[in-house]
């Protein structure tokens, strides 16, 4: 028996002018959760390597499996809408998010904790362009930038929420429970869909693109694993070289295989249009930015300020529901303004927001550090509206899902890479500046003379044996020496961040230029 068939007309027909309302409402409930259960597992980190008995090169992998699916199945989004409509894909996704739940609540060994990651992820990757074409289709053209507006905050505070709910979850209940609390809120979004998500198909034998699917997975699981292990290993090392050497061929396989005649994952044709193509590089750079951002602002008041993970997750808070109280002046804009020009402001914002974090330390006022990052998310209100509907208002309809799959696709592929890549960075130069205050730790060393004069006085008031005194205080200058490492290490990062949105600055002014012609 058919299924039956109703255009985003049909239901206006039957809903009235609400029914935007009622196919955003629907949409992003289950976007805003998928993205969510991103973030909301990086504090249970320490818990999982505990339960199952595995290190932190292992314990990687819960992120490192979840962003690699994700991101790759941001191509997938056409190749869906196509064969199962947006209705039946938009369930079908639900349904394998449940899954890829309930295997990794319960799961027995830890390659089963990654294969529920992975059906995550994918789930995740998917959902988010086939809600982003949904809603960009159900507004007029004149409120569009309005409807993108929304679209990316509510990402954007999906992904700050999740440290801060991932916290409060490990503090009342245990880490397995951080896997299922999203699961509410999908099965209230599945009948949503069900109703209000239109249902044209229009091959449902549409071939499905294997080999650059492989291609694409295998070389994004060779870069984040070559970021995140070369440090470890040894850039040098036969392992990595074997990445390097893998993820090279695989990426030149996928950049040929997209070429071929047929179905494939990625439309050529999209990059024959310049604008859209000069929106993915701003999209790269600030995925980088952002993404980035979001996760070093919370880590920085952990490891820096000492901060617990419920207090460190609530530092971008404010600034995302300030961004969000801001969409509807910001959406309104994205459909009046030049695009290249409000993208330029929001990026030179967001360089400002994060550029006094690089002399933040383990004294500078946490409010201070909120107020940052609330000048930062006010940025982002600027850029993502604008990004948005510039991308899709610059293409044809009959390729909106491809050419949001790809704009979702880079935007994840910069943020993955890009924070990973900063990691790293920050994790290089705390050895760097470890090494060298260490070699100022002699003699000659006045400051340091009197703090150990100072910890040993301490000690030995507080009635600590002598033979410890000298070893206790060496090992506080020690620990002192590290704090120092760390924060300068830090400030190298946030250096890095403002870069890279002043980067990003470079094809917005193209942009800018371009349409003004």
Known sequence: MALPTETVDDLFGRFGTPYRVF???????????MVLSGTIVNVAVPDVMGAYGVGQDRAQLLATAFNVAMTTCQLLNAWVVVVFGQRYGFVLTLILFTIGSFVAGFAESFD????????????????QPLVMVTVFQVFPQDRRGFAMGVYSMGLVLAVAMGPPVGGLALEVLSWRYIFWLPLPMVLLALPLGLIFLPSVRQDAKQPFDWIGFTLIAVTLFCIMTILTDGPRKGWGSDYIIGLILLGTATGIGFVKSQRRSGATLVDISLFENKHFVIVLFVTFFSGIGNFTTTYSFPVFTQLVQGLTPLDAGLSLLPGMLLAVCMVPFTGHLADKLEPGKAMMFGLFILAIGTLPMAWADVNTPFLLVIFFGAIGRFGTTFVQPFIMNTALGSLPPEKLNGGAGTVNFVRQTGGALGTNAWVVFVDQRTYYHNDALAATQNPANAASHELLE???????????????????????????????????????GFWILAIVYLLALIPAWILSQTRGR
């Not at 089963?112 to 959902?127: D, E, H, N, S, Y």
């Not at 006085?457 to 060496?474: C, F, K, M, S, Y």
């Open 23 to 33: 196919v955003t409402l629907s949409g992003m409930s289950a976007s805003f959760i």
């Open 112 to 127: 089963m904790l990654v294969a529920g990651r992975v059906m995550q992820g994918a789930a995740t990757g998917v959902i």
């Open 454 to 492: 100072n910890v040993t006085r301490l000690l030995n008031e507080a009635g600590v044996a002598e033979a410890l005194q000298e070893p206790g205080a060496l090992h506080f200058l020690g620990e002192v020496v590290y704090a120092q490492g760390i924060t300068r290490a830090f400030q190298d």
